[in-house]
Nanobody, 121 residues
Framework: QVHLVEFGGGSVQPGDSLRLSCTAS????????TGWFRQAPGKEREFVAA???????TLYGSSVKGRFTISRDTDNTVYLRMNNLKFEDTAVYYC???????????????WGQGTQVTVSS
């Protein structure tokens, strides 16, 4: 059974940092790109960042560019470093894996259950 699990969410204040991690098990994800998405209450799921498998290219959503960094450690561990967090970053963050690199959620075949990030004062 395939599992993607996100770690590292929590409650922080504006300006703080968090690092999320995404681990995978249950199959080999060779050739799969990894994306991070988020969804706030009452809003649509939003693309955050993605990292390619073969070329290590990265993509970022406009609202997080310059503050968030996606990186890859091992075959199955991907990180999202989030700096200078803002109130509007509050959401459930999901990692996902798919064979086509891009921003659309429909490109991703496997999804984690999500981890809550809350930014409040």
């Amino acid at each position: 059974q395939v599992h993607l699990v996100e770690f590292g969410g929590g409650s922080v204040q504006p300006g703080d940092s968090l690092r999320l991690s995404c681990t995978a098990s249950g199959r080999t994800f060779t050739g799969y790109h990894t994306g991070w998405f988020r969804q706030a209450p009452g809003k649509e799921r939003e693309f955050v960042a993605a990292i390619g498998w073969t070329f290590a290219g990265t993509l970022y959503g406009s609202s997080v560019k310059g503050r968030f960094t996606i990186s890859r450690d091992t075959d199955n561990t991907v990180y999202l470093r989030m700096n200078n967090l803002k109130f509007e970053d509050t959401a459930v963050y999901y990692c996902a894996k798919g064979r086509t690199f891009g921003e659309m959620s429909s490109l991703y075949d496997y999804w984690g259950q999500g981890t809550q990030v809350t930014v409040s004062s």
